[in-house]
Structure formats: structure tokens, C-alpha cells
């Protein structure tokens, strides 16, 4: 019997995740189909407790929800650390954070050595808390965000300071992640950062992939900055996932090559 996966969120209109598994599953013969499932806020519960009661055998969690999943499930050690988890075994009952595997490949693979760096990292939302979690050690790590009691909040989480927003002009960063889905498809064309930030050339990395050239890269790239797609996040966080549900190595360059095939017709 076949069996089905999918990416839980609200919109999912966006998501890439579908033509990346499937892609990965027709290149491994495993006997499975990736679907999205777009739950509003108010159908989420439900949405969950039929989503077990279907047999769905594992889900990846986007926007809004990588917050909210971690109450239904038992956590892995990173997501009770993170707060946020973004993959979800539903026949073990188990929820993964592989969004912190995603972001350190990304700058790996576009070398960038994010060891002992000012870091900024832009949102307060699950993605953001990954990123924090993820680079926290080894660096200084900012948080800004347009909710500062929000921001706030996370900043206090892991002991690093918060930056209010009418502030970030006057300084300097050597990395800027944008954890918001501020200039991804379906959202507003906005920058996350005012562009006095990327003046002093620091490295830009924005976790959407789509567009593949959101505002924000476009902006940097005119300014000189380094930048880091999100889509090499997108692919490792996504092959991390398909190695819990599966078992199996995930085909990355298969996974990588369907994104980009998908992204340059969207274009």
C-alpha cells in the first residue's frame, strides 16, 4: 500500500516540498506520495488528530504552525530546546527540528564560516528560533522583530539581545538572516531589514526560496553583500525529513535539481 506524507501549513501554495519528495521517492522506489495540506488556524486541531486517524505516516510543518505542532507530539531533544519543530513522524508520534540541519548546510555549501560572527537574525517565529538555536554558540546573535514583545520573548529564551528595529540602522553585522516570510510568494514584497543594514556589505542569507531572488537578495546583491538562497536550506532540511520517514539515504542532488527544475518555471 502506498504510503502518504505531506506539509501541513497555512498558505501551502508556496511549498516546493511536494515536487522535492516525490521526486526523492520515485528515485529510491519507495512506494510513497507527498501531498500539501492547507489547514486555517481554526480547523488546525482537527486537522492533526485526522491526520493520524488517517494513516498519514509523517508531515513537515510550515508557517504558521512549527510552534503550535510541538503540543501534540512527543519532542525530540532539539525541538523541547528550540521550541519549534518542523517534521513530524506520526507513526512513532515523534516531532523533529531539521531546520537546524538545513540552515548549517546552506552556509556550508555556500562557505560561509559562520564561527565568531555578528550575527542578526530577522523574525521571532519557529524558523527564527532554529536559526538562533543553530548559530547561538559559536557567534554574538542579535534578534529583531516587527512584534518587540515577541522578540523579546525569544530573545530572553536564549540569553541573546534584542534589537528594536529603529535601532539596526546605526549598526553592523557580518551575517543577516531573514527567518520572516516577508518578499516569499503570497506575502508582502517588503524588506525585513531597512537598507542601511546591508550597506557595510555584511553576508546575506534568506531562508525563502520562493521567488529564488526575493527582495531582500535583490537588494543585497545591488549593495555588494555575499548572499545565501534558501534554497539549499530548503533541500537539507527536506532530505533530513525524508531520511526519518523513509529510512533511507535521501537522493539530495535528485531533491535539489526538481526545486530548481520547479523554481525556473515559476519564474
Known amino acids: ?137 559559536s557567534n554574538r546573535v542579535s534578534i529583531t522583530n516587527r512584534t518587540e514583545e515577541r522578540g523579546r520573548e525569544v530573545a530572553k529564551k536564549f540569553g541573546i539581545e534584542f534589537v528594536r528595529s529603529e535601532n539596526l540602522s546605526a549598526m553592523k553585522f557580518d551575517l543577516v538572516v531573514n527567518a520572516t516570510p516577508l518578499g516569499m510568494k503570497g506575502f508582502p514584497e517588503k524588506l525585513p531589514v531597512p537598507v542601511e543594514v546591508l550597506k557595510s556589505k555584511p553576508i546575506v542569507f534568506d531562508m525563502i526560496y520562493n521567488p529564488p531572488e526575493t527582495p531582500l537578495i535583490k537588494k543585497a546583491a545591488s549593495y555588494g553583500c555575499r548572499t545565501v538562497s534558501g534554497v539549499d536550506m530548503l533541500v537539507h532540511q527536506g532530505a533530513k525529513a525524508f531520511e526519518i520517514f523513509t529510512g533511507r539515504k535521501a537522493p539530495v542532488d535528485v531533491m535539489k535539481k526538481a526545486v530548481i527544475s520547479e523554481l525556473k518555471k515559476l519564474i
Not at 508557517?63 to 519532542?75: A, G, L, N, V
Open 1 to 137: 500500500m502506498m504510503e502518504v506524507f505531506g506539509v501541513i501549513g497555512y498558505p501551502v501554495g508556496h511549498s516546493l516540498s511536494p515536487v522535492m519528495h516525490n521526486a526523492a521517492f520515485r528515485e529510491t522506489g519507495y512506494n510513497g506520495i507527498y501531498v500539501p495540506f492547507g489547514v486555517r488556524p481554526e480547523n488546525f486541531e482537527s486537522a492533526v488528530e485526522g491526520l493520524v486517524a488517517l494513516g498519514i505516516k509523517g508531515v513537515n510543518v510550515t508557517i504558521p504552525y512549527k510552534e503550535k505542532i510541538t503540543e501534540f507530539f512527543r519532542q525530540e531533544r532539539e525541538v523541547v530546546e528550540i521550541g519549534a519543530a518542523n517534521t513530524v513522524d506520526l507513526r512513532k508520534g515523534i516531532c523533529y527540528n531539521t531546520d537546524v540541519d538545513g540552515i548549517l548546510r546552506a552556509l556550508r555549501n555556500s562557505n560561509v564560516d559562520a564561527r565568531d560572527t555578528n550575527v542578526l537574525v530577522v523574525g521571532a517565529g519557529g524558523a527564527a528560533k532554529a536559526c538562533v538555536y543553530a548559530l547561538r554558540e
